[in-house]
């Protein structure tokens, strides 16, 4: 799906991010796991790429299911390359949703210290 995007750009991003509210779980985590490799461009995808992919998050990470719980993970690992500073918001304000698998994830290029930081504050 990734290329998809990358070749037809914002309408497939936008249609695939609708995926977000599917009953199916792997369609549900698709939403998101298609974005993993253009995630660390942020906002050079497109402008308002970031706010997209968190918004997907923010719906997927609700779903206690592992699978939906790591595909959010590895896109917002891979986001926070591109915005740190938002990546690290959105962790804080869903902390109560994440699965540690799921927050491991998420956390996983983020500095040493940051990681620890977020461990140590819940």
């Not at 249609?15 to 660390?40: C, I, M, P, S």
């Not at 790591?70 to 591109?82: D, F, I, K, M």
Request: charged share 25%; proline share 4%.
């Amino acid at each position: 799906l990734g290329p998809l995007v990358e070749r037809y750009g914002e309408p497939c991003a936008r249609g695939l991010a609708e995926w977000r509210q599917a009953d199916n779980l792997w369609q549900r985590r698709a939403a998101g796991v298609a974005f993993v490799n253009l995630a660390k461009h942020g906002d050079r995808n497109f402008p308002g790429f970031v706010d997209l992919l968190l918004d997907i998050c923010a719906v997927t990470v609700q779903s206690p299911e592992r699978f939906a719980q790591t595909g959010t993970g590895w896109v917002l690992r891979e986001l926070s390359l591109a915005d740190q500073a938002r990546v690290l918001n959105f962790v804080e304000e869903y902390y109560d949703c994440f699965s540690r698998e799921g927050l491991r994830y998420a956390l996983e290029k983020m500095p040493a210290e940051v990681k620890a930081r977020q461990r140590h504050s819940h």
